[in-house]
């Protein structure tokens, strides 16, 4: 059974460039997730969708961050304008009942 | 809401010997339980969970973890660590009522020395 995917791997860009990530779930996985991990700390989560719903996006910056999955299967995550802060691996899981898989990153840089 | 804790941010052991890496939460119920594992460079893995039932559970790579609900701990053990065990570990709680979040500890990095 394939993975999640995400791509790309790494992302150096410059302050207030905008930047996108792609997330493609488990083949039949219905709840897909966005967490940002900034060194030395766990996930936290940004968005989660339900098919192609919002479920909870309580945590996203939505002046800066957006998300959509459109056909309920793959996701984009798009920051625009970045800012330094938001150097962190971005972390995309999907899950069918109540176990997460997690994706391998995509590690971004803002200099 | 939930939260974890993992008291040890580095712990550092010597190949062949063996490991216990600790988790405390706060929940107001039996929270779901997760450990996952992070190797340089790579996504979470995850190496076993606690939904309910039998309070010693199993996972891969032969870790195991044991609920204590009196302790409010979900400690994971290995009897014999390998140097391919050296990574971050991630213990993670999940409130059960529904549609909540999952919550990380911090992690705890380890170390092995031949």
């Known amino acids: 059974e394939a993975g999640v995917a995400q791509s790309p791997r790494y992302k150096i860009i410059e302050k207030r460039q905008s930047v996108a990530f792609w997330c493609n779930p488990i083949?039949?996985?219905?709840?897909l997730y966005w967490y940002q991990q900034i060194l030395g700390q766990g996930p936290k989560l940004l968005i989660q969708?339900?098919?192609?719903?919002?479920?909870?996006d309580s945590q996203l910056p939505k002046d800066r961050f957006s998300a959509e999955r459109l056909k309920g299967v793959d996701s984009t995550l798009k920051i625009q304008p970045a800012k330094l802060e938001d150097s962190a691996v971005y972390l995309c899981?999907?899950?069918?009942?109540?176990?997460?898989?997690f994706g391998p990153g995509t590690r971004l840089t803002v200099l | 809401a939930q939260s974890v804790t993992q008291p040890d941010i580095h712990i550092t052991v010597s190949e062949g010997a063996s490991l216990e890496l600790r988790c405390n939460y706060s929940?107001?119920?039996?929270?779901?339980l997760f450990w996952y594992v992070q190797s340089p460079g790579q996504g979470l893995q995850l190496l076993l969970k606690y939904f309910s039932g039998d309070t010693l559970v199993q996972g891969i790579k032969g870790f195991e973890a044991e609920f204590k609900r009196s302790q409010s701990s979900f400690n994971l053990r290995k009897p014999s660590v390998h140097w391919s065990d050296a990574a971050e570990y991630f213990c993670?709680?999940?409130?059960?009522?529904?549609?909540?979040?999952?919550?990380f500890g911090t992690g705890t990095r380890l170390t092995i020395i031949p």
């Open positions: 969708f339900q098919n192609n719903g919002v479920v909870d």
């Open positions: 083949s039949g996985h219905a709840t």
């Open positions: 993670a709680v999940e409130g059960n009522f529904g549609n909540e979040k999952l919550t």
């Open positions: 929940y107001g119920a039996t929270p779901y």
């Open positions: 899981a999907s899950a069918s009942t109540d176990t997460q898989y």
